[in-house]
């Protein structure tokens, strides 16, 4: 017992396999076994990324006690679901751990680990501190003041940070980070590369939504949104940095006696 315990610690796929009865698709092994700190999964629709960033939540509280785990979404109905496939997980357990606490939104391991469930509010999440993992699932259509509201609390405990979705336009932090120069683990998963998915089924989604919002759902391509009135691709080909300003602006500053350091614009015409 000792040593399957030391094993499925060091090795999550096994643990997968064995202990909860997933069979990993070939890239949910790499994620799994993945030591990076930053990971973005840009799925495809079913492609068993709220399963497997699951198990990897469950894993982390059982093997490495102490571990605050936090599952955010757009909606606390949505963190609900992913903390759902935790419990169920949980379930097949042998022993099943004790809990301390145990509910709908969290649960508590004796071990000190705790599973918090958070709705898509920036002002309701900065209580947390010293967190190990954040997993936010459908990044796509969560807030950017809510994702940068969550960086700061991994600075101390150099926790875990998973952004998951499918695309939602060219905009956003999900976007943003995806195609930035940031040090993330980017791993893309289109339906054609999800076996419970068939060829027929694709196409006929293809015929039944279009190519936008099939491109979206199933290839994982950040298209610009139908209302867009400029691509993104060409406002980025307008930009320059080698251009001086036509009209430069410096800022100078005075204090004012009924508050702080108030900037004033000066315009150099």
Known sequence: MMKDSLRYSLDPVSWCSEVLDITPDPWQSDVLRSQSRRVILNCCRQAGKSTIA????????????GSLILLISPTLRQSN????????????LKPRPQLDEDNKLSCTFTNGSRIVSLPGSEETIRGYSGVSLVIEDESSRVEDSLYRSVRPMLAVSAGRHF????????????FEEWIGSGVWDRVEIAASMVSRISPDFLEEE????????FNQEYLCSFSDTTDSLFRYDDIQACLCD???PLFPVTLTYTVSPLSDTIPLIEEAL
């Open 54 to 65: 699951a198990a990897i939540a469950l894993h982390m509280a059982v093997y490495r006690p």
């Open 242 to 244: 080698d251009i001086e």
């Open 206 to 213: 293809r015929q039944a939504l279009g190519e936008w919002w």
């Open 163 to 174: 952004l998951m979705s499918t695309p939602w336009g060219t905009r956003g932090h999900f």
């Open 81 to 92: 679901e992913l903390f759902r496939k935790v419990s169920d997980h949980m379930k097949k």
